[in-house]
């Protein structure tokens, strides 16, 4: 018996939006933010438990793999930082009123969001071009 209903409208309109972006991203980062969390706690235990277990600690986190998690928990730092000021702003309920609604104009949280991805990424490239150049440049 085939099937004569139509599919939902929703699927026809649907559009890929930056606010949508951002809320996958703050999930995403989250997760990073917790797996940044556990490094940090190894690091800790590493140092007060002796040199030999720091060694280990500090290779894992000179390597490729280490370099990467602690660049994407930088990122995941910035992401939130930056996207929290953003939902700061946005609490004020500024450019949310009826003017706004009448779709005449894109949503000024759209262009935002797209501020916020790349200020975080800025922000973290700035913070790993000064521990280059704090280290000498040896990273």
Not at 3 to 8: D, E, I, K, V
Not at 35 to 57: D, K, P, S, V, Y
Request: hydrophobic share 50%; proline share 4%.
């Amino acid at each position: 018996m085939p099937n004569t209903r139509p599919l939902s409208p929703h699927l026809s309109i649907y559009r890929w939006r930056v606010n949508m972006l951002q809320s996958t991203l703050h999930r995403l980062t989250g997760l990073l933010l917790c797996i940044g969390t556990l490094l940090f706690t190894w690091g800790l235990i590493a140092a007060g438990t002796g040199e030999a277990a720091w060694r280990m600690f500090a290779g894992f986190c000179s390597g490729w793999f280490g370099v990467l998690l602690l660049i994407l928990w930088t990122w995941s730092l910035s992401f939130h930082l930056c996207n929290g000021i953003q939902h700061l702003a946005r609490d004020t309920g500024k450019n949310f009123g009826p003017p706004t609604r009448n779709r005449t104009h894109k949503p000024v949280y759209w262009s935002t969001g797209w501020v916020v991805i790349l200020a975080s990424m800025l922000l973290t490239a700035l913070v790993w071009i000064l521990l280059a150049l704090q280290a000498g440049g040896s990273l």
